[in-house]
């Protein structure tokens, strides 16, 4: 134990700087896979053109919005799923005592 009673960590090693780089690495990872998949969606021809015509942006707007939606959907199923998980561990736990 370190001062004041807190537990001694490396920088590197402590467990919200660990949590908060897991995190990040998630957060990166849904949005190169958004951007793969909506880029291929929308951006079918090359032009020389440097801007995004209409119908670019909205498919864009679109499928960023879906993907967004998506995600937030299998978040709340896999939140809802850890929930019932730890329910039925508890009541296991609470049966064997």
Do not use: W
Not at 12 to 23: G, N, R, V
Not at 42 to 55: I, M, R
Not at 60 to 82: N, P, W
């Amino acid at each position: 134990m370190a001062f004041g009673g807190q537990p001694a960590y490396p920088p590197s090693q402590h467990p919200q700087l660990k949590a908060a780089k897991i995190e990040m690495e998630a957060v990166t990872e849904m949005f190169s896979m958004m951007n793969m998949m909506c880029h291929k969606k929308c951006f079918t021809k090359f032009g020389s053109d440097a801007e995004l015509n209409v119908g670019e942006m909205s498919c864009t707007d679109r499928c960023v919005g879906k993907y967004l939606e998506a995600q937030k959907k299998v978040g709340e199923v896999m939140q809802s799923f850890q929930q019932q998980q730890q329910a039925q561990q508890q009541a296991l736990q609470q049966a064997q005592q």
